[in-house]
């Protein structure tokens, strides 16, 4: 994903995958405390729905939306942590494994509290 993109830009983008299929609207980006590089969306799936976690990397912004390279039933099929607090290292392990990515190395803890993530909430207006 584009490094140079401030995260708060992300809030609101509206979230397609690799068919082109709407998944939802991105709520939180949540950032690696350690570089505060972004790496994970929360995205709200449906009026009603949940937000399911997203990699930003590898994603990208393209015209405005954000793009996922995943089908829609494997975000929406991800692990459900909700929002609001940070992901564990046994969460973002999880989440990792789902998307079949590797865990990256660039950034890693050095203690064995592993990575956390801090979140950029949404507008209140939702």
Known sequence: ????????????LKAFDRDGQKIGT??????DDATGIPEWAAVRTGFFGRDAFVPLEP????DGVLRVPFER???KGAPDFGVGRHLSPEQELQL?????????VAGAPASDDGMTFGRIAGSPEG
């Open 73 to 75: 039933s494997r975000v």
């Open 1 to 12: 994903m584009q490094t140079d993109i401030d995260p708060r830009q992300l809030i609101g």
């Open 59 to 62: 994603s990208e912004v393209v």
């Open 26 to 31: 991105v709520d939180e980006v949540y950032l």
């Open 96 to 104: 990792y494994r789902h998307y079949g990515l590797d865990v990256p």
